[in-house]
């Protein structure tokens, strides 16, 4: 049973648009979302974090909201840059280790 | 920042021997390392949490006997896969966490990963 589900294994955008990836959960005991960026052959790399008692968390051009009644969070990225082009994880924690989704090939046009 | 070392970065090796990873953190302690494996398009899986002194915590359904895991130092754990087999080819990724920052909700930092492939 998937906990955490990243439901688009793809997306395309155009540079300078705003990427938006999804990320649903199931278990209310989450309280600790992460976002994690990975190219490929290295490992993932921390990209933002967003608590449950706040529902946005801004860093540069990467955005994370949260909807906990939805049980759903969002990474909003703009503008889009080539370089941007990588899988995105998202990644949730009730305790000490982190479950992660899927992930998320996006991929930025120029 | 943070950095968490893992080597091999790939390796291959013949069915029914067995290979070594090995996860460093290089400026930082970490009481708990994580042992993550990723199956192509398919999501991190955690295989165990590997604890400093103390037996590893294994996730259901991964063999402890399999994935030997040591964790010797505050800056290095071990993951051995023995008696390797076709199957175990997968990308093994380790993780660990600065211990000097506060409780869970800090971010895990990984390692490059190790591309196992048995033959």
């Known amino acids: 049973d998937q906990q955490v589900k990243q439901n688009s294994p793809s997306l395309s955008v155009q540079e300078g648009r705003i990427s938006i990836l999804n990320c649903d959960y199931t278990?209310?005991?989450?309280?600790?979302f992460l976002w994690y960026k990975k190219y490929p052959a290295e490992g993932p790399t921390f990209l933002i974090s967003?608590?449950?008692?706040?529902d946005k968390n801004e860093d540069g051009r990467f955005t994370v909201f949260l909807n906990k009644s939805a049980k759903h969070l969002s990474l909003h990225i703009v503008p889009s840059q080539p370089g941007d082009s990588a899988v995105y994880f998202c990644?949730?924690?009730?305790?000490?280790?982190?479950?992660f989704g899927k992930g998320t090939t996006l991929s930025v046009s120029s | 920042g943070a950095v968490v070392s893992q080597h091999p970065s790939r390796v291959i090796c013949k069915s029914g021997t067995s290979v070594k990873i090995e996860c460093r953190s290089l400026?930082?302690?970490?009481?708990?390392m994580f042992w993550y494996r990723q199956f192509p398009k398919q999501s991190l899986m955690l295989m165990a949490t590997?604890?400093?002194?103390?037996?590893?915590?294994?996730e259901q359904g991964v063999e402890k006997d399999k994935f030997l895991i040591n964790h010797a130092s505050l800056t290095l754990s071990t993951l051995t896969v023995t008696s390797a087999h076709p199957e175990d080819s997968s990308f093994y990724i380790c993780?660990?966490?600065?211990?000097?920052?506060?409780?869970?909700?800090?971010?895990?930092?990984f390692g490059n990963g190790t591309r196992l492939t048995v033959t």
């Open positions: 993780s660990a966490r600065d211990n000097t920052l506060n409780s869970y909700n800090s971010p895990l930092h």
């Open positions: 278990n209310s005991m989450f309280d600790y």
């Open positions: 967003i608590s449950s008692i706040k």
């Open positions: 990644a949730a924690s009730g305790g000490t280790a982190l479950i």
């Open positions: 400026d930082f302690q970490a009481t708990t």
């Open positions: 590997s604890n400093e002194g103390s037996k590893a915590t294994y």
